[in-house]
RNA sequence: GGCGACGUGGCGGAGUGGCUACGCAGCGGCCUGCAAAGCCGUCUACGCCGGUUCGAUUCCGGCCGUCGCCUCCA
């Protein structure tokens, strides 16, 4: 594969990536709090990672994607009691929510997918470390990080500590020593109906600290990519560096990439706002390809707009796409076309570029159409399958049912008797049972509707 | 208040110190009995004010506007 270059949060510009391990590259992303069914804007990082996977795999490495399913925090623990459930029951279901809505997209699952609730002792472990290295400290059953131990906390997301906002009137202030420190361990409070043991007494992890710990014992400290949603730059991804680097005198992750939020109108979308839309209900709406080509229709660091439009709009394109598949044949695309293949790739190549790389596929599309000969289809497979779009070049199960069949037949004959009014009535009726007819050359084709 | 991102044609959305992004929609044309699909053409932009430059949408400064984070957000 070409020189493949990202743009590196912790260096706030795009830097060359070369794996830490030649053929191999791990990358981890912080995935969804599991206290509700995720929304559209949580499936953005998902999109983008599992994208760049087989990115990455299209070039011949091996990679290994962890996405972690946070199932112990407060956010749960406040649902299952509005819902007067357990909260074990609460994310457990929600946590099989969002596997089976992520599954609906089609770009397979992550590598491993590792709970907080089932990492207790390679947490506990990690706060264990922290104490004893004396950046961390036990405080009535709490544990808290010593945030000035850390020389360079605050150098990911760029700000400075004596800046901060002091955080008054956070929960469990009065045990910090500094107000800037967050909790490692949290000990158990009334109305959690989950705690685990640890030698500082019953309770349960921290949000950040999880992260350090599943990361580390899945790919090992100093891993290639840490992935996940711009909102997490500060503090989660600020804690899980400073924890890492702390506990184990090396950075967690070589590049830190950020995916950009999904906006509602002019608000960011999130669960605490309210103002959601489900994924599997926008699935429902448009169509796992629209979807899948809405993300990529932005580059992956732009903020997007959530909206009708552009989803219809993507939904129109993956009817273009469908529409060329049918016009090429297999095998191997003309030479001609190979440089649009080509500057495809190395749009991909330049911070994952996919707006630019689908402006050269679509004039590969256009190229193709235009001939008057049928184009083999090599090129456009390979493109469209990086992006998990292949399917769309599949030759489908088109077959109209025999009635719509016979209703076809019978404006053929009306049409060579020249009854073009009763052809014209035929075809209405057809368009109202979802086909299209197509006439071509002497014959004609019946094509399926919108979906 | 602190830190940061962004303002591109009707819409979405890349990119660049000088050369058509691309897609959708519209309009005109080819094709068609008429359509559909496709193709061709067309409409054609870089928030405002300065500066640097032979030349800026692209670099610098200011302003206006939008948005994000500031310890529960992907």
Redo the contacts with the bound molecule.
């Keep these: 594969m070409a020189e493949l270059r990202l743009y590196d949060t912790f260096a706030?510009d795009v830097r060359r990536f070369e794996p830490r391990e030649t053929g191999r590259v791990g990358i981890y992303?912080?995935?969804?709090?599991v206290y509700g069914r995720?929304?559209?804007?949580?499936?953005?990082?998902f999109v983008v990672f599992s994208l760049l996977k087989r990115f990455f795999e299209y070039g011949g490495l091996d990679v290994t994607l962890v996405v972690n399913v946070?199932d112990v925090?407060?956010?749960i623990y406040?649902a299952a009691a509005a819902a007067g459930r357990s909260s074990i029951e609460l994310a457990a279901e929600m946590t099989s929510f969002y596997v089976a809505d992520t599954d609906r997209l089609g770009l397979g699952r992550p590598d491993h997918e590792p709970l907080a609730s089932q990492s207790i002792e390679a947490i506990v472990d990690y706060i264990a470390a922290l104490i004893a290295s004396g950046n961390a400290y036990e405080a009535s059953g709490d544990v808290y990080f010593r945030?000035r131990s850390d020389a360079r906390y605050g150098a990911l997301?760029?700000?400075?500590v004596d800046?901060?906002?002091?955080?008054e009137g956070?929960?469990g202030a009065a045990r910090k020593e500094?107000?800037?420190?967050?909790?490692l361990w949290k000990t158990a409070k009334t109305g959690e109906d989950s705690s685990w043991e640890a030698p500082w007494g019953g309770g349960r992890p921290g949000?950040h600290i999880e992260c350090s710990a599943m990361a580390e014992a899945l790919l090992g400290a100093g891993f290639d990519i840490h992935?996940?949603?711009?909102?997490?730059?500060?503090?989660?991804h600020e804690?899980e560096a400073a924890q890492t680097r702390c506990a184990r005198g090396t950075e967690l992750a070589r590049f830190w990439v950020?995916?950009?939020?999904?906006?509602l109108?002019?608000?960011?979308?999130?669960?605490?706002?309210g103002n959601i839309a489900p994924l599997h209900e926008v699935l429902d709406r448009f169509g796992r390809d629209a979807v899948v080509l809405?993300f990529c229709?932005?580059?992956?660091?732009?903020?997007?707009?959530f909206?009708d439009?552009?989803l219809?709009?993507?939904r129109?394109?993956v009817?273009?796409l469908r529409?060329?598949g049918?016009?090429l044949i297999d095998g191997p695309s003309p030479a001609e076309l190979a440089p649009l293949r080509e500057r495809f790739f190395a749009?991909l190549a330049?911070?994952f570029?996919t707006?630019?790389a689908?402006?050269?596929?679509?004039?590969w599309?256009?190229?193709?159409?235009?001939r008057e000969t049928a184009v083999g289809r090599a090129d456009l497979v390979e493109m469209l399958d990086v992006i998990g779009l292949a399917n769309l070049l599949e030759a489908s199960d088109e077959t109209a049912p025999a009635e719509i069949a016979e209703l076809a037949a019978a404006?053929q004959l009306?049409?060579g008797s020249g009854d073009?009014?009763r052809?014209?009535e035929l075809?209405a009726q057809i368009a109202a049972a979802g086909w299209?007819?197509?006439?071509?050359g002497g014959g004609?084709s019946l094509?399926p509707g919108d979906d």
């Excluded at 689908?358 to 004039?363: I, N, Q, S, V």
Aim: hydrophobic residues 35%; proline residues 5%.
């Design positions: 706030r992303v912080c995935g969804p709090t995720i929304h559209i804007g949580n499936a953005r990082p946070t925090n407060d956010k406040t945030v997301s760029r700000r400075e800046q901060m906002d002091q955080g956070v929960e500094d107000p800037l420190d967050f909790a949000w992935g996940g949603g711009l909102d997490l730059l500060f503090p989660h804690n950020h995916n950009g939020m999904l906006e109108a002019t608000e960011k979308m999130s669960k605490s706002l809405y229709g932005a580059h992956y660091r732009q903020p997007i707009d909206a439009e552009p219809a709009q993507a129109r394109g009817a273009r529409e060329a049918r016009r749009s330049e911070d570029n707006a630019a689908l402006a050269a596929m679509w004039e599309v256009r190229e193709a159409n235009r404006r009306a049409r073009f009014a052809a014209d075809r299209t007819v197509r006439d071509a004609y094509i």
